[in-house]
């Protein structure tokens, strides 16, 4: 990849399965019980959300290195962190065992385009 090829971070793979799979699990959340509105359901709709959000961001850093990596590495967290309540929703019986695989499937991808990001930063630094 190259980073010339891209002109948003609406552009990268990875940006368009995190949002995907964020209004996925928006969906399904949708139908967890009331009693957890105020944690499983905020939680895993905030950190899903949050890897796309700073993944922008990071986006909007490339002139600086430091920035760029260190806002990957909380999406990077983020998109970990969501991991974590996908395995709590199906652990509760609030998504089922394949979704949950196929949510988690996801996020390991997303993960995988996130490390090679901030193994390779050069590759999408800008103003060199």
Request: proline fraction near 2%.
């Amino acid at each position: 990849m190259n980073q010339k090829s891209f002109y948003s971070h609406e552009d990268l793979i990875i940006f368009q399965l995190a949002f995907e799979t964020a209004m996925t699990i928006f969906e399904m959340s949708q139908k967890f019980p009331q009693e957890e509105k105020y944690s499983l359901t905020d939680q895993i709709r905030r950190s899903s959300r949050s890897v796309c959000a700073n993944l922008a961001e990071a986006w909007r850093k490339r002139r600086y290195k430091a920035a760029f990596i260190a806002k990957l590495s909380d999406c990077e967290a983020e998109a970990a962190e969501t991991q974590v309540w996908i395995k709590f929703a199906v652990k509760c019986s609030y998504i089922d065992i394949q979704q949950g695989r196929e949510l988690y499937k996801n996020y390991n991808q997303v993960l995988k385009g996130l490390v090679k990001m901030i193994n390779n930063p050069n590759q999408w630094i800008i103003g060199k």
